[in-house]
């Protein structure tokens, strides 16, 4: 089977016949979803900036695929759930490195209050116009957690009318549409997608597998009654059903990763959120905007010993923008409420902020200042406890433009993380049982980055270097030293310092090549009986390649190479455990040919059937994309 797929790929790229090339060429981005919009060559912060093109052309099934394999993101399936993944980035570690990310949808905060990390699997990849990362800045906009930066996400907002449908290898399905109209009064849109896989690994002994589904579906509208005035609607909703089995030991793992584990789980996961929003115009340089939305949202294992979760989130945001040739700025409020209700108890999170952002354009300069202030409110009914934190954000940046192509930059940001409601509880496994703690130290960290970037047509180079000095870093300490207390605790002191490369290469009107380098170093500075390690779930050396060969301005051929350090396993605080994690090796291949109204693509990932897996500690893998998969389909457009 997977020397017939080879042979199929092969034949697309030798049937294409070598026309005439378009000329391709390279220009800056623009970074929309910050509160000030500004192009990535005149930035005072590390960008990445991926396009609706970008995301197509990767073929992806899913955000993480994307995020994983095109950037300096770092996502693996949590616990084996493909549906909720852990995501790292600059070093904050593959075990809660997700808690330092703020993630966002058309600008509303997705991230839960506890420790399930962000469900990205809800958001269609045939939706999103462009995928914009921060690093180590955006925590006067983003709020709380944007430690590590922010991640933000924007649906399109177009007449496309498009359907995709693909199947591929191990029972995988899927079908995903977008329909949209814009004109100078109206704009709306609607996407879906349903998606379905009979699975990879066993469950139990009958031949059972870790069969997985899910359904999405967004709909949004805008409306001009008045040149200064717009209005603003939409709806989504994701249902999520997974299987996923547990880990298994090394030798369970080296001897076939598709077995099962000790034990099942079965998540039903359900989301459904409504928004809304106006902007009135002022005149042309000031505007005020106001945007509101409402999620739900339920998490229940089958069986459970606890009952399903639900969660009700309210967000809401209002802000007075100016923009001028010499000044821009945002000053507003961000607030958000959220509970859960589990096993009859009721949690609260309640977050409440006033930011400022501004800009000054001189010359060939632009000067970032801005100011967030925070307050942090929790409620557990259950402990009769009301605690209240205060806390501050700040950004400053410079950019300063050599010439056209080539600039420099440098900033600074002091972000924060308040603990989530989870952190305020402790294990006991003598029991099996959870018991209030206590709260914890927010987490503090002061950013420092230095930046170049080269932007021409035919090459788009970045580079910067970052170095972060962090207090009370959040953590979960587990003894394995025999029964125990686990609890959640802080790092007094900690640091980590790295480097970023960024390079998009049009060697000719056929070849091109993209380059996404990241190494990191996370050291624990003072901590008991940990000063001087390494953070653990931390690899050194981050590496995505792709190369593009384009035969005739219809066909794209791409081989992308996803390389990633071993670092040790997510629990080894103590860096002494028996095994590592192994470094994670990932080629893969895609073939597109695209002309008029419809594009054929077909895909392999790991070509090579490496086995690659999540290590949490000795003798506990997650087997994490082991083997050959394929898809193929139809891309169709009206």
Not at 451 to 467: A, P, R
Request: hydrophobic residues 35%; negative net charge; proline residues 3%.
């Amino acid at each position: 089977m997977k020397n017939k797929i080879k042979l199929s790929l092969a034949l697309i790229a030798l049937t294409s016949s070598l026309n005439a090339q378009e000329v391709i060429t390279l220009k800056p981005l623009s970074v929309t979803s910050t509160a000030i919009a500004t192009d990535e060559l005149k930035s005072t912060d590390a960008v990445e900036v991926y396009t609706q093109e970008d995301i197509e052309k990767a073929h992806v099934q899913n955000v993480y695929e994307f995020l994983n394999s095109q950037t300096s993101v770092i996502t693996m399936p949590s616990y084996g759930n493909p549906f909720s993944q852990k995501i790292d980035m600059r070093g904050y570690g593959i075990g809660d490195g997700y808690q330092n990310i703020v993630i966002t949808v058309n600008g509303r905060k997705i991230n839960n209050i506890d420790m399930v990390a962000p469900l990205l699997s809800a958001i269609s990849p045939a939706s999103i116009s462009r995928i914009e990362i921060i690093k180590s800045s955006g925590i006067v906009v983003g709020g709380d957690g944007a430690n590590a930066g922010v991640i933000n996400i924007t649906t399109k907002k177009n007449n496309n009318k498009e359907v995709t449908l693909y199947g591929g290898t191990y029972g995988t399905t899927s079908g995903s549409f977008y329909l949209g109209h814009s004109d100078e009064k109206l704009s709306l849109s609607a996407s879906g997608e349903a998606q379905k896989s009979s699975g990879i690994r066993h469950i139990n002994n009958d031949g059972n597998k870790d069969e997985n589904k899910l359904s999405t579906g967004t709909f949004t509208l805008a409306y001009t009654p008045l040149s200064e005035l717009e209005l603003r609607a939409g709806a989504s909703f994701s249902r999520t059903d997974v299987l996923f089995t547990s880990s298994l030991t090394q030798e369970q793992y080296s001897d076939d990763p598709t077995q099962k584990g000790a034990y099942l789980s079965h998540q039903l996961y359900d989301t459904d959120t409504l928004s809304g929003g106006v902007s009135y115009f002022i005149d042309d340089a000031l505007s005020l905007n106001v945007d509101a939305s409402h999620e739900k949202k339920k998490s229940d294992y089958i069986p459970s010993w606890s009952g399903p979760s639900h969660y009700d989130y309210k967000n809401a945001k209002i802000s007075l923008d100016y923009v001028s040739k010499l000044l821009s700025f945002s000053i507003g409020y961000d607030g958000f409420y959220g509970e859960r209700i589990a096993s009859d108890t009721l949690f609260k999170k309640q977050n409440n902020a006033a930011f400022i952002m501004s800009e000054f354009y001189m010359d060939n300069s632009t000067i970032k200042v801005g100011y967030r202030y925070e307050t942090v409110d929790y409620d557990f009914a259950d402990q009769s406890l009301q605690t209240n934190k205060v806390l501050h954000g700040a950004e400053l940046g410079y950019n300063y433009m050599l010439d056209k192509e080539q600039s420099v930059f440098a900033n600074y940001t002091h972000s924060y993380q308040a603990p989530d409601i989870d952190r305020f509880f402790a294990f006991d496994s003598s029991t099996f049982t959870s018991y209030f703690s206590g709260p914890l130290n927010p987490m503090e960290a002061n950013n420092y980055t230095l930046g170049y970037n080269n932007i021409q047509k035919g090459n788009k180079f970045k580079i910067s270097v970052c170095y972060i000095d962090l207090k009370d870093e959040i953590y979960y300490l587990s003894d394995y030293s025999g029964p125990r207390t686990s609890i959640n605790t802080n790092i007094n002191k900690s640091h980590k310092y790295g480097v970023d490369i960024y390079d998009k290469y049009i060697i000719s009107g056929m070849w091109n090549v993209a380059l996404n380098y990241n190494y990191v170093q996370a050291i624990i500075d003072e901590e008991k009986n940990y000063s001087g390690n390494f953070l653990p779930g931390v690899s050194d050396h981050n590496v995505k390649a792709t190369l593009s060969y384009l035969p005739n301005p219809h066909a794209t051929f791409a081989l992308t190479q996803i390389y990633r350090s071993e670092a040790y396993a997510a629990d080894d605080f103590n860096n002494d455990f028996s095994q590592k994690q192994d470094a994670y090796k990932s080629t893969d291949i895609s073939v597109t040919y695209a002309k008029d109204n419809y594009e054929i693509f077909a895909k392999i990932n790991n070509l090579f059937n490496q086995k690659n897996g999540l290590w949490i500690s000795d003798d506990a893998i997650y087997p994490v994309n082991f083997t050959t998969t394929a898809i193929a389909g139809v891309k169709l457009k009206y």
